[in-house]
C-alpha cells in the first residue's frame, strides 16, 4: 500500500505560482508512475500531469503545457507540482496519484485545493 498525502494549495492570485508537493509513505515511489490530477466542481477529473520511470517520460495536458513542471525526488519520496502563471480556469482539487503506469493508477490522496482568483 501507498499512502499519498498533498500540501501546497492556497488562493492566489492570477498570474501567481504555486509547488504542489505529494509525500509518500508505505512503499518508495521510485517504481512507480505518479500523476497529478485535478477536479473542478461540476467537471470531470482531469489528468493533469504525469512522470514515469525507467526511462523518465514526462506528460502535460494541452493547457498546462510551459506553465507546469512535474518533478520526482526518490529519495525524499516525494513528487511535486511547480505551477506558474496560473489562471482562474486552473482553480479545482488537485490530487496526486501513484500507479503501474499512466493508464493504470492505485493508489490516490486527498486532495488539496488551489483557487485562482483574477
Known amino acids: 500500500q501507498v499512502q499519498l498525502v498533498e500540501s501546497g494549495g492556497g488562493e492566489v492570485q492570477a498570474g501567481d505560482s504555486l509547488r504542489l508537493s505529494c509525500a509518500a509513505s508505505g512503499r518508495t515511489i521510485s517504481t512507480y508512475a505518479m500523476g497529478w490530477f485535478r477536479q473542478a466542481p461540476g467537471k470531470e477529473r482531469e489528468h493533469v500531469a504525469s512522470i514515469t520511470w525507467g526511462p523518465t517520460r514526462t506528460y502535460y495536458v494541452d493547457s498546462v503545457k510551459g506553465r507546469f513542471t512535474i518533478s520526482r525526488d526518490n529519495a525524499k519520496n516525494t513528487v511535486y507540482l511547480r505551477m506558474n502563471s496560473l489562471k482562474p480556469e486552473d482553480t479545482a482539487l488537485y490530487s496526486c496519484?501513484?500507479?503501474?503506469?499512466?493508464?493504470?493508477?492505485?493508489?490516490w490522496g486527498q486532495g488539496t485545493q488551489v483557487t485562482v482568483s483574477s
Open positions: 496519484a501513484a500507479g503501474l503506469s499512466r493508464t493504470n493508477w492505485r493508489y
